[in-house]
Each structure stands twice: as structure tokens, then as C-alpha cells.
């Protein structure tokens, strides 16, 4: 049986849709990626996996437990870390832990291997109150807490978010661990190169799931030819390849913009006249090849609704 198992969910808020008939199920031992931008449902279909709200309609498992039936036995089955940081700021890092392994009727010492190689991280600052961590050590004592009564699924709600990039680095150097050992988690992201550490993918987009596969075949779906384009005047440029005849979509892409072009159309010679006759100066461009981000680019502009 898949670990989770989620059928025509919908959830609206004063009859705006939040999310809106998603179906998707997670294998066992299975790292899976929800992939969106803000605003996009992820936390509303979480809250409602961990029991924290009702779906208006369809249903879902976790762990082989309906999240409406059987909800008091779920919560004890799960480990949860929302997006915000939800632990007592006025108490140390241990008085934490310590606090939330008594809830879920455990202790620190009887669970302590579970959590071993985080914790020694945060161990020097035990006495600490809380708060008073850099947003790194908040995410590690964060994810200890939902660690420590050796849950069965783990939810990790964008958990890397306002994190530096170090950090976002090694804590997804932990969550590859803890798959290793077999532990099933769902977590989200707006980060599109987080992506690619998952085993399978969902991006999703206004309450819909748009795609799920693993994330080299999710890129193979990019059929376009794909340039990355720059030149001295980035907010001019960006105008003018939008306006261009041979454009199917342009957004920025760090230094760069990153152009894909209709079919048959648009060749590096074709994109290079049409800047210099618009008096662009200092001008790059090069064919490369599409990444995650640009694949869920592409998936939107053809779920956008027309006018």
C-alpha cells in the first residue's frame, strides 16, 4: 500500500478555490517533492494530510489511515514542520525537544539515535533559548521535534525557505539520510533546484497538479528550443523579446533570461538581428538545455486560461 494516498481533494476558502480535485499518492521509503510557487495549495493539502483541516470533498490515507476517520490515531503516526517556525522561541533547544517528545509519549534518551546526527549539531547550543538561533539551527531543532517520536510519513512544509544557501544544503543532505533509512516524506518547495534531490515530483500550480514523474523525466517533456539570452540593458530586453514574433515565453533567469521559442522559429542568427535592429548593445545567446524550473515554466504558460 502507498504510504499516502490522496483522491479528488478539494478544499476552498469563502468559495475560492485553494485546492481543487488533486489526486497523487507517495510510495513507501519514497522522498517526493511538491513543487509551487506561493500561493499555489501545498500548505492548504498539507494541513489537510496532517489532520489540520477537512477537505470540502474526496478523501485521503496516510499510513493507511483516512486524515477524517482516523485522525487521532494519524497524528501520532506523522511528523509535521510547517513552513513558519511553530517551536517555543522563550525555552532552550533542549527544553523543546524535550517538551515535544513528552507529547507523543516518548523521551529524548529512548529516541536519541533517530535525531543523533542533527542534534550533535545543535548540542553546543542546548541551553539556548530558541529564538535566539540563526534560521539554519531553527530548521534542525525544527526538524528534530518532528523526529523524535520516530513518525511513519514526515510532512516538511517549504522547510528551507529564508534559510541561506549553505543551510539549505546540508539540511537536504539530512533528508537524503533519512530516506535512506526508509522514512517516507513529503515535503514542499517554491525552490525549483531542490527538485532534483527528490525521487518523484509534483508541480502544482493554483490548487491543480500540473505534473508528477521523476525529475529528469519531468525535463524530458521540454520539447522548445531553449536560449539563455543577455544584453547591457536587461529591463529593455526583456520588453522587447516579449514583443518579439518568434517568443513563446522569456522570464528571468538570474544574470540571464531564459527564451523559448515557437516551433520552426527563431534561431541564435534570427534572435541576434532582431536585438541589434533594436539597438541592443553587449548582446549573449546560446542554446541550452532546459532544467526543472524551465519545464514547470513552460507547463504553466500552457494551463494559463485565455482571454
Not at 272 to 281: D, I, P, S, T, Y
Request: proline content about 5%; aromatic content about 8%; glycine content about 6%.
Amino acid at each position: 500500500m502507498d504510504a499516502i494516498i490522496i483522491e479528488n481533494i478539494s478544499k476552498a476558502y469563502s468559495k475560492i478555490p485553494a485546492v481543487s480535485d488533486v489526486s497523487l499518492s507517495v510510495r513507501p521509503g519514497e522522498l517526493f517533492g511538491l513543487i509551487g510557487p506561493d500561493g499555489a495549495g501545498k500548505t492548504t493539502l498539507f494541513k489537510m494530510l496532517v489532520t489540520l483541516l477537512l477537505p470540502d470533498k474526496g478523501r485521503a490515507t496516510v499510513a493507511g489511515r483516512d486524515v477524517v476517520k482516523d485522525y487521532k490515531a494519524l497524528r501520532q503516526l506523522v511528523g509535521y514542520m510547517p513552513g513558519r517556525f511553530s517551536l517555543y522561541p522563550d525555552l532552550s533547544v533542549e527544553e523543546n525537544l524535550s517538551f515535544f517528545a513528552t507529547v507523543f509519549g516518548t523521551t529524548i534518551k529512548e529516541n536519541y539515535h533517530l535525531i543523533q546526527e542533527i542534534y550533535v549539531q545543535l548540542e553546543p547550543f542546548k541551553n539556548r533559548r530558541a529564538g535566539q538561533l540563526s534560521g539554519g539551527m531553527k530548521q534542525k531543532l525544527a526538524l528534530c521535534c518532528a523526529l523524535i517520536h520516530k513518525p511513519e510519513v514526515l510532512f516538511l512544509d517549504e522547510p528551507t525557505t529564508g534559510v541561506d544557501a549553505v543551510s539549505r544544503k546540508e539540511f537536504w543532505d539530512m533528508l537524503r539520510k533519512l530516506n535512506e533509512r526508509g522514512l517516507t516524506t513529503l515535503v514542499s518547495t517554491p525552490y525549483m533546484d531542490e527538485a532534483s534531490r527528490c525521487d518523484r515530483i509534483a508541480f502544482m500550480q493554483t490548487g491543480k497538479i500540473l505534473a508528477v514523474d521523476q525529475p529528469v523525466a519531468i525535463t524530458s517533456r521540454f520539447k522548445k528550443r531553449l536560449y539563455a539570452v543577455r544584453a547591457a540593458d536587461t529591463y529593455q530586453l526583456i520588453h522587447d523579446l516579449r514583443e518579439a514574433p518568434f517568443t513563446e515565453s522569456c522570464y528571468a533567469f538570474g544574470e540571464f533570461l531564459h527564451l523559448t521559442v515557437k516551433s520552426n522559429e527563431g534561431s541564435e542568427q534570427q534572435i541576434g538581428r532582431f536585438l541589434q535592429e533594436k539597438n541592443h548593445r553587449n548582446i549573449e545567446i546560446h542554446a541550452i538545455q532546459p532544467g526543472i524550473e524551465d519545464t514547470f515554466m513552460a507547463l504553466m504558460t500552457q494551463t494559463q486560461p485565455t482571454a
